[in-house]
């Protein structure tokens, strides 16, 4: 009898340990995300979720990751090779937030005091496709936006007004400092799939005002371009995590996309792209 009931025991622990071993692989299976590095130089792998862990390795700007979100800020690489900061992870497989719900006044927005952030610069190339580089895009973007915004009587400060690189950490320190009502990052998009095309707009999560400033610069752009309508994201990027305004992160097309690209290459675009990024500010 004594057997039996060991030898009973002895099955259903092996059962239990084999049904957790495949409920983790499906868990993990689930819960797995892809993205691409965005980052200016290289992103760090570490041997745990945070900072105060060893760097083991790097990845690549625009280099694919699978990982699973530990919904601290940190994923943890499929692969097992490591922990990744999400900050500097852009996915485009995600639902877009329903911005029908962020009324056009909804909530009350200072902005007087506009930061402009061409995103990339110098060293960093930003997106490369199609004989276009997106630092050089989104540059002329944000000088033609700061234009419309000065004649309207709006201050603005930009990140940068030339082909300078600018660390994500100086970026936000400049917003901060001046004492900002509203910060928009301006970038243009690349991705693996040539097919991806469109504009999106980003907001940090959980952020009222700035999901009312993406849904706002997001119609826009929609209204006034023929591009197609990716939707407004909540995203944890670093320039929109780490200032104390509301801040958004605009998505102006895909120089990886061949009919996004020949658009951003055109000058009357780009001045189109400006307007509708000025007139979310002008309009409030």
């Known amino acids: 009898m004594k057997c039996n009931q060991m030898t009973l025991c002895l099955f259903f622990f092996i059962v239990f340990a084999l049904s957790s071993v495949v409920?983790?692989?499906?868990?993990?299976?689930?819960?797995?995300?892809?993205?691409?590095?965005?980052?200016?130089?290289?992103?760090?792998?570490?041997?745990?979720?945070?900072?105060?862990?060893?760097?083991?390795?790097?990845?690549?700007?625009?280099?694919?990751?699978?990982?699973?979100?530990?919904?601290?800020?940190?994923?943890?690489?499929?692969?097992?090779?490591?922990?990744?900061?999400?900050?500097?992870?852009?996915?485009?497989?995600?639902e877009p937030v329903d911005r029908s719900s962020a009324k056009h006044d909804s909530v009350p927005l200072n902005n007087e005091r506009i930061v402009l952030d061409p995103g990339h610069g110098g060293k960093d190339s930003g997106a490369v496709a199609n004989g276009l580089m997106e630092k050089e895009i989104v540059l002329d973007i944000g000088k033609r936006t700061r234009d419309i915004l000065e004649n309207a009587g709006f201050a603005v400060l930009m990140t940068r007004d030339e082909d300078v690189f600018v660390s994500l950490e100086e970026r936000t320190a400049m917003a901060n400092a001046w004492g900002a009502d509203q910060f928009i990052s301006i970038h243009a998009n690349g991705f693996s799939n040539p097919a991806a095309n469109g504009v999106e707009t980003?907001?940090?999560?959980?952020?009222?005002?700035?999901?009312?400033?993406?849904?706002?610069?997001?119609?826009?752009?929609?209204?006034?371009?023929?591009?197609?309508?990716?939707?407004?994201?909540?995203?944890?990027?670093?320039?929109?995590?780490?200032?104390?305004?509301?801040?958004?992160?605009?998505?102006?097309?895909?120089?990886?996309?061949?009919d996004d690209a020949s658009q951003l290459a055109d000058a009357n675009y780009r001045q189109t792209v400006a307007e509708a990024i000025a007139n979310s500010v002008i309009d409030g």
Not at 30 to 42: F, L, R, W
Not at 50 to 65: A, K
Not at 212 to 227: F, I, P, S, Y
Not at 233 to 243: G, L, N, W
């Open 23 to 94: 409920i983790s692989e499906d868990v993990h299976a689930i819960a797995a995300k892809t993205g691409e590095v965005d980052t200016q130089t290289s992103l760090n792998v570490r041997s745990g979720p945070s900072t105060s862990h060893e760097v083991v390795g790097s990845l690549t700007p625009g280099e694919q990751v699978a990982y699973t979100d530990n919904g601290d800020g940190w994923g943890e690489l499929v692969d097992g090779s490591g922990y990744i900061s999400l900050h500097y992870i852009t996915n485009h497989d995600g």
């Open 202 to 258: 980003y907001y940090f999560p959980g952020s009222a005002a700035g999901k009312h400033m993406a849904a706002n610069v997001q119609n826009q752009l929609v209204e006034h371009t023929d591009r197609t309508d990716r939707g407004i994201f909540e995203e944890s990027f670093y320039v929109i995590s780490h200032t104390t305004m509301p801040a958004i992160l605009v998505e102006t097309g895909f120089v990886s996309n061949a």
